[in-house]
C-alpha cells in the first residue's frame, strides 16, 4: 500500500503531536485535539495527513489569510515529514492538496514561511516550486 493523503481527524492528534516535536514544537496530545477540532470547525483552515497504512507519517495546515496591503492568500501553516519518510514526494504531495483548498477559494497566492536554520526546508521548498521573496524577523508579545 502507497502514501495516501486525507484530512485530519481528531483521532490522528498523538501521531501529529510526535511530528511537531520533530521540528522542537512540544504540545499535548490532548491540545492538538483541541486545535484539529477547531481547523476542522473552521471555514478558513484545513488540515491533511500522509498515512502508509493506518500510520500518520506527515501533516499539512493550510489557512486563508486577509491582508489590507497586499490582498487575501493563503498560507502553509505548518508541514512535517516523519523524518523516516523523507525525500519520498509525501512533502509535495501535501503542497499540492493545499494548493488545490487555495484554488477552490479563487486565491492564486501560496505562501510558505520558514525558520531561517531549515536549510533543507529551503531547499525543499525551492525545489517544489516556490520562490523566496522576502527575509523576515518574528516578534511575540504574551498578552
Do not use: P
Not at 531561517?116 to 525545489?127: L, S
Request: aromatic letters at 8%; hydrophobic letters at 45%; glycine letters at 10%.
Amino acid at each position: 500500500m502507497g502514501i495516501v493523503t486525507r484530512n485530519i481527524a481528531e483521532g490522528d492528534a498523538a501521531a501529529v503531536a510526535g511530528l511537531s516535536a520533530q521540528l522542537g514544537y512540544v504540545i499535548s496530545a490532548a491540545d492538538t485535539a483541541r486545535q484539529i477540532t477547531l481547523m476542522n470547525a473552521s471555514a478558513n483552515d484545513d488540515a491533511y495527513v500522509a498515512v502508509d497504512g493506518d500510520v500518520v507519517v506527515a501533516w499539512l495546515h493550510v489557512f486563508y489569510a486577509l491582508r489590507l496591503e497586499s490582498g487575501s492568500f493563503c498560507e502553509v501553516g505548518g508541514l512535517v515529514v516523519d523524518e523516516q519518510y523523507r525525500g519520498r514526494g509525501i512533502g509535495k504531495l501535501l503542497l499540492a492538496r493545499a494548493a488545490e483548498w487555495c484554488n477552490a477559494r479563487e486565491c492564486n497566492r501560496l505562501v510558505v514561511r520558514s525558520n531561517a536554520k531549515r536549510k533543507e526546508a529551503h531547499a525543499f521548498y525551492k525545489g517544489a516550486g516556490y520562490e523566496e521573496v522576502k527575509e523576515q524577523k518574528v516578534f511575540k508579545l504574551r498578552v
